[in-house]
């Protein structure tokens, strides 16, 4: 076992968990939305497009403070490969944190309809009205979407398999208090020992 | 096995679950696990009956139409009612469509019953009062769900279909009775255009009221016979509207009836009583017609759920599902602009 690792810095991790939540429940109401014709479709889609610009702000704020703070290493044992697999898929949940929010509001400007949050703040169309434009980046947040969500999976199976299988101290980096996992996994697990 | 091995595999085992609950959580709120939820694309897909091709790159109703553009003059009246700029005194432009409840953009003028007019008014904070509105008096049917089975019925090969939803939404029978006594007349300008859903109107002291809306003409409605109106050539309200707005502007009265309680404001299948107050908020002046090719309100989506703040949907479901399945409408159409060319052939250099 490589030394105990650095954690990510609270407001890191504060940033991670609260993000984790819009973004799920962002997934959750964008295929729930279009899928419905009730009353509720209203506000689900004006819920989603609060929720899609809070995520916004919040991945600029998130970027900045890990251009500064970085983050802790992988373990030294980790395999290449995975450790790719790890660089690429964070790669990955960046852009499209970044860009969904961009794509649905681009989506939203080409078709010319006011982008207005709750609260009633409106927000400047930044793409003139374009049936091509509008239909391209209607698939895009459409496709990605579910693309989104499997990253989401993959990311939450991947944290996992390090908390319960690898126990590398990958996942207690992000953990949002500290050594939480091992208290609610251990009811389930042999002793430590057995290891 | 080993005890770590053991470990190891309850670990992976214990993953699966959870990756394999999220999915179906996901899979679950998108409809996949239910085949009876009502979703959008359902309903828009309905207007197709089964094997006829959509009319692709048009909206899936009200597919033929020509824009026009103008100003809402508002008198002030309706700040009475409603804290939203559009009321407040003054003159906001305004943009729409004049359309025939069809999915067949070339559908003959005088075999289309129902004449709409979709609407948008801007006001300099920002802001757009979408609606799109029928010159029945009242709607169909009750709700979302029996206007999807009507879609169903309608285009059926069943030839008791009809009949069947007929019994079981007798609401429908009003609405039928309406559409065979209705006068035709020879001009978009002479019909009353009703929002039949009804809206929750704010005032600045936050005082509610429940309203309906509509256009009505201040040109006289001469009835003309429907088989007078086919001699005219399929496309003569295209042709007559243009004419009449080159001479000069057109206009309609806005005028929003207001709800007693208990009046049914969730049912748009159900007139309210004649004597409740209307107000005149101002009047709309249509200045300019251009066909819906290339128009400026081609590419608009009239959705009724574009509202400003001071209006706002009511318990009415209409609104709701209209907003989705419009967005839907939308989304293909646009997808399929090759199948409407953007520029007219003719209009190349």
Known sequence: MSAPRQRFSALQRLLHWLMAVCILGMLLIGVGMVSTV???????????KSLGIAILVLVVIRAVVRLCYGAPSLPVDL????KRAAVLSHYALYALMFGMPLIGWAMLSAAAYPVVLLGGLQLPAILPPSASFHSLLWDAHYYLAFVFFALVLLHVAAALFHALVRRDGV?????PVRHSVRVAASPGHPKPDLR | MTPRVRTTMRSLVQIAVIIAGAAAVFAYTAGWLSPHRLTPNKL?????PPGATPPLGHRRNHAKGICFTGTFEANGAGTALSRAQVFARGQYPALGRFNLATTNPSAPDATVPIRGMGLRIATPDGHEWRTAMIDAPFFAVSTPQAFY???LASGSKDPDAMMRFSAAHPEFARFGAWIKSAPWTGSYAEERYNSLDSFVLTDSAGGKSVVRWSLVPTVQPVPVAQEEL?????????????ERVRGGPVRWSMVVTVAHPGDPTADPSKPWPEDRRV??????????IEPERDGPCRDINFDPSVLPPGIRTSDDPFPAARSSAYAKSYDLRTAEVKYYPRTAPDAKP
């Open chain 1, 171 to 175: 996942f207690e980096a992000m953990a």
């Open chain 2, 149 to 151: 089975e009507l879609l």
């Open chain 1, 38 to 48: 009730r009353p509720k479709y209203l506000t689900l889609v004006s819920v989603h």
């Open chain 1, 79 to 82: 395999p290449q490969s995975m």
């Open chain 2, 44 to 48: 828009v897909a309905a207007f197709t």
């Open chain 2, 279 to 288: 107000v005149v908020v101002g009047t709309l002046v249509v200045r300019r």
């Open chain 2, 230 to 242: 086919a001699k005219r050539g399929p496309n003569f309200l295209d042709a007559e509207i243009t």
